[in-house]
């Protein structure tokens, strides 16, 4: 057994070695201290101490090989290694997660440099859902209806701060939120969301690591304005008792224009399709209390194949890093069957919902939704996609799509030789890029 780790370990420091030969690396070490949000009752009860842990990465200096390095201020990628207690070893256990993630610089100095984190991966529990010795096993202090999953998505987000001790060593320190869930392929899926800190040490391998890179004024995103469109599928469980998946899906259409060379806003329109949005009767409680158990979130008293669509326009936010697109949208129903399809009316609109109404997530899906996901090119404008779609909080699907990009670059632009300087043409991201030279027309 000691002997395949040690095998493990060699072959995978050999990958990492080959893959980012071009960069310059070091590693670090940092203890992890932080506490859990309780989004829900049940991790009122069972989020009870502190999280602790520690934390491994290796990263990776960029050098300006590639444009969008330039574009993003020569950021540091990274690959990261947690561990963690939760603070309730009996109910919640520890956490595991495996991440890459990118610091984007924010101010540098000789002795100090301030990075923004942003970082996305696999996460996993040693405790997930149990029903324990309870009729509905929800609420209880003896339940964990946190994760109901062994694995989940990880996503993080915070600020690093760096102080150089020497030339090759340095004090580091994060301050961030991390989510871990499932997407609801799995119930229950409330999901983990920390508030942590992180305080540690890094040290550099090449003393060049300092060297000051100088941005290429000619690196700029490629086009002026891009169409999209996707094709998504994915899955999903409702309730954990059912032991049952259902099909999900979406269509997304959008069009976003430039702001900046790794900034892109526009608006799209959604289509979804939900499996689980089948006759769904209301259920009394024990005893025939008139409150549904939990989970019984909906109210359906037909099979209707219309319940199943809903329709949506959003605001649409890119961050393009090269091949890698990082999405996040913000949506509004314009069409959604199942607006007033709940055990209770609304306290103020009954069951007549309007468009835009007040309401409690915990009850009701609500008039709006998000969608945080990560999208790759894989060749010319042909790309993959993985993205969450949560009310609020609440996560409602994992979707994996494929699509395609329209991006369109004005006339006279990137070597175009176009006569027409006022036109656009179809850009093609396998297309040479012809050195500039003076025209008539320009």
């Known amino acids: 057994m000691i002997n395949l780790r040690l095998i493990f370990i060699s072959v995978f420091l050999f990958f990492l070695t080959n893959t980012f030969a071009q960069y310059k690396y070091s590693v670090r070490g940092q203890f992890y201290g932080g506490k859990i949000v309780p989004l829900s009752k049940n991790l009122e009860l069972t989020a009870k101490g502190a999280v602790m842990g520690g934390e491994i990465d290796f990263e990776f200096q960029s050098t300006g090989e590639k444009q969008w390095e330039h574009i993003w201020n020569f950021p540091t990628l990274g690959i990261g290694f947690l561990g963690v207690d939760l603070g309730n070893p009996q109910i ?110 890094k040290h550099y391998f090449s003393k060049a690591y300092h060297t000051n890179f100088y941005k290429n004024p000619a690196y700029e995103l490629p086009y002026d304005f891009c169409a999209n469109i996707t094709v998504s ?67 359906i008293d037909e099979d209707n194949i219309a319940n199943k669509f809903r329709g949506g326009i959003s605001i649409n936010n890119e961050f393009i890093i090269g091949k890698v697109t990082a999405l996040f949208d913000w949506g509004i129903y314009v069409y959604d069957p199942i607006r007033n399809a709940y055990p209770a009316p609304h306290s103020k609109y009954g069951n007549k919902r309007p468009m835009f109404y007040s309401y409690d997530i915990e009850k009701e899906d609500g008039w709006n939704y998000f969608r945080l996901g990560i999208r790759y090119r894989i060749w010319d404008n042909i790309f993959v996609s993985a993205a969450v779609k949560t009310h609020l909080q609440k996560a409602e699907m994992i979707e994996f799509g494929v699509g395609y990009l329209l991006p369109f670059a004005k006339n006279n632009k990137y070597g175009s030789t176009k006569r027409d300087p006022k036109g656009y043409y179809l850009y093609h991201f396998t297309q040479k890029e012809a050195t500039e030279y003076p025209t008539i027309w320009k």
């Not at 696999?122 to 964990?144: E, H, Q, V, Y």
């Not at 309730?239 to 069009?255: D, F, R």
């Not at 702001?259 to 526009?266: E, F, S, T």
């Open 233 to 299: 599928g994915g899955l999903r469980e409702l309730y954990y008792s059912e032991n049952k998946i259902y099909p999900v899906g979406s269509v997304h259409a959008g069009l976003t224009f430039k702001v900046a060379n790794w900034y892109a806003l526009g608006f799209g329109a959604d289509a979804f399709y939900d499996g689980v949005f089948d006759k769904r009767p209301h259920v009394l409680g024990e005893a025939n209390q008139p409150n549904p158990p939990v989970f019984q979130r909906y109210k």
């Open 92 to 201: 919640l256990g520890q956490a595991f997660a495996i991440y890459p993630y990118l610091l984007v610089p924010v101010a540098k100095s000789g002795i100090f440099n301030l990075n923004l984190k942003f970082g996305a991966g696999m996460s996993f529990f040693t405790k997930t859902w149990n029903r324990c010795d309870t009729i509905l096993g929800i609420n209880a202090p003896t339940a964990n209806s946190t994760i109901g999953s062994v694995a989940n998505i990880y996503l993080n987000a915070g600020a690093n701060f760096e102080f150089f001790v020497t030339e090759n060593w340095s004090i580091t320190a994060d301050l961030g939120y991390s989510h871990m869930s499932n997407g609801s392929i799995l119930t229950p899926n409330q999901g983990l969301n920390i508030l942590y800190g992180q305080l540690g040490a």
